[in-house]
């Protein structure tokens, strides 16, 4: 099933998109499944899910972060993670720097936005993007490649637009400054339900889980 699942998305996806797969709670073999049917990038929300599946499954893929990095983490995240979709504070990013630093790595990093100002999600609110990006800068082990969001979960999917719009044009409004170092070239929005409408509103990376992988067993 993840196979058949995986090529069929990819028919579905322009070739500038790029897939990555939501690995949550998935175990190596599922993961390896999906490997061998063509998924390049790995995402997992978990440290610790991922030093056990990347034991496994080492490199075959490219490793994203695309859930809450706690600073205690770090150390062992840059270590693994080809890139990081959420850095959402200086002292998160600062940490990263050391870490990277210590290990001679440049470490890649999206900015995550709380597109929907949800108090309990994480993410640098849209209005203070701008001068988060602008303090993170300096830091010369990590390189800010673009923006990521969740946005707030709807049942309709049409309903999760408006934060896509939103996050799209700060990603051009942050182009637009031609920070140094700062790359913006990605756009990471959509998810298992609403991936075709963040595509259709300019995504560069939708992370798929469930649409791959089928609904979590939680037993």
């Not at 998109?17 to 599922?30: D, I």
């Not at 790995?42 to 859930?67: M, P, T």
């Not at 800010?144 to 979960?153: D, K």
């Not at 400054?177 to 959509?190: A, I, W």
Request: a neutral charge; one cysteine or more; proline letters at 5%.
């Amino acid at each position: 099933m993840i196979k058949e699942n995986v090529k069929k998305i990819l028919s579905e996806i322009p070739s500038d998109v790029t897939l990555v797969a939501a690995a949550k709670t998935r175990n190596p073999q599922e993961i390896l499944r999906a490997i061998e049917a063509g998924v390049t990038i790995i995402g997992e929300n978990y440290v610790k899910e991922a030093q056990s599946a990347f034991a496994v499954i080492g490199d075959r893929c490219r490793w994203h972060f695309i859930g809450h990095l706690q600073r205690n983490k770090v150390k062992v995240a840059v270590e693994i993670f080809d890139l990081i979709e959420t850095v959402d504070s200086l002292p998160l990013a600062v940490e990263i720097d050391k870490r990277c630093s210590r290990i001679g790595k440049v470490m890649p990093v999206l900015i995550e936005i709380n597109s929907g100002h949800e108090p309990q999600k994480a993410g640098v609110f849209p209005e203070e993007a701008k001068g988060l990006i602008k303090e993170i800068t300096p830091l010369k082990h990590m390189r800010i490649m673009g923006l990521m969001t969740m946005g707030p979960r709807f049942g309709d999917p049409e309903k999760a637009r408006p934060y896509f719009v939103e996050t799209r044009r700060l990603f051009g409004e942050v182009q637009d400054l031609e920070l140094p170092g700062v790359e913006m070239k990605v756009l990471s929005m959509g998810m298992s339900n609403t991936y075709k409408i963040a595509i259709e509103e300019g995504a560069t990376i939708v992370r798929v889980g469930t649409k791959l992988f089928g609904e979590r067993d939680y037993t």
